[in-house]
């Protein structure tokens, strides 16, 4: 029974320590842009759901968390974990037919201790 016991213990433990994968607080980070048709998109709203390699949805509760865009459309996230992220992206393009709304996404691959620099997010309009 005490072997039992001891099993149980190291296995939440292992669960409670394990390996973070998938969200903030690791040794990455990504530095972005939101475009469209190479175009920055200032103050866009970017969505990041983690684990995730497909689309998924336009429901924002869909996702993990959000960051802004500065006035040049670049972003910075910091101390994120290695793993699979899908990013969405809205935002507003004066250039477009009213209500001006721009928005899509993609998925990133962020790999171990990587700084991923040059990531786009493309945007278009409905």
Same mark, same amino acid.
């Given at each position: 029974m005490k072997n039992i016991k001891y099993?149980?213990?190291?296995?939440?433990?292992?669960?409670?320590?394990?390996?973070?994968?998938?969200?903030?607080?690791?040794?990455s980070n990504i530095k972005g842009k939101v475009l469209h048709h190479e175009k920055?998109?200032?103050?866009?709203?970017?969505?990041?759901k983690f684990n995730a390699t497909e689309f998924p949805g336009t429901n924002v509760a869909n996702y993990d968390t959000s960051i802004d865009a500065d006035h040049n459309g670049n972003f910075l996230i910091e101390n994120i974990y290695h793993g699979d992220y899908y990013f969405y992206a809205v935002g507003e393009d004066k250039d477009v037919p009213a $209500?001006?709304? *721009? #928005?899509?996404?993609? $998925?990133?691959? *962020? #790999?171990?201790l990587k700084e991923v620099t040059g990531f786009v997010v493309p945007v278009t309009e409905d």
């Open positions: 099993i149980v213990l190291i296995f939440c433990a292992l669960s409670f320590f394990g390996c973070k994968k998938n969200q903030l607080g690791g040794k920055a998109i200032p103050f866009a709203k970017i969505y990041i $209500p001006y709304v *721009v #928005k899509g996404g993609t $998925p990133l691959k *962020v #790999k171990r």
